[in-house]
């Protein structure tokens, strides 16, 4: 039967070896990093993709704007497309009025379902090309989330994989120190000459 021993690296042993300090100590230390570093790490990275994602939704609503257009005609050849939302949208003929402009017209995206005749919301930037609409408070926080928790994750896998090299190496050691101490031991057990 095998007995467990907790603790064991730790004391003073004949059999314990240099590596076996090396190795308690890097356990210790990893489990520091776990439970402190990583969730360090990731809120690091979501403080950061959420001052970047905010910087980006301020400029986006700084240079684009809105604009109720009413679907005059649908392109029919055109092949839908993915939108910033995930839906599919569709090229069509849009019109709207502008104050002490006049009518304008041009094509522009819009949602898959919509009919001639309907009223859309169109976003354009300053040189008036049609643009996805800016980026909302919803889309900040999703991408803070994700980039918190990949930071996190990252860290993580950074300390598991330190962990494991710093396992090999000191096993490789350790078998070392083994091997050196029975080549010292072996002549006297077995009563060979070296």
Avoid at 171 to 186: I, P, S, V
């Amino acid at each position: 039967m095998r007995t467990r021993v907790r603790g064991w690296r730790w004391r003073r042993s004949p059999l314990r070896r240099r590596s076996d300090v090396v190795e308690a100590w890097t356990v210790l230390v990893v489990a520091v990093l776990l439970l402190v570093g990583a969730p360090l790490a990731g809120a690091a990275a979501a403080w950061w993709a959420h001052d970047e994602a905010t910087s980006v939704s301020v400029e986006q609503r700084a240079e684009r704007h809105r604009v109720r257009a009413e679907v005059v005609a649908r392109k029919g050849d055109s092949l839908p497309s993915a939108e910033a939302g995930g839906q599919h949208a569709f090229r069509a003929t849009v019109r709207w009025t502008e104050p002490g402009e006049g009518t304008r017209t041009t094509t522009a995206q819009v949602a898959a379902g919509t009919r001639q005749g309907e009223v859309v919301d169109v976003w354009f930037d300053s040189r008036g090309r049609n643009v996805p609409p800016p980026v909302d408070g919803t889309a900040v926080w999703q991408h803070t989330l994700t980039i918190g928790t990949c930071g996190a994750g990252g860290a993580v896998l950074v300390v598991v994989l330190g962990h494991v090299v710093v396992r090999r190496v000191a096993l490789r050691r350790r078998l070392a120190e083994w091997d050196r101490a029975w080549a010292r031991t072996e002549p006297e057990w077995t009563h060979r000459r070296a």
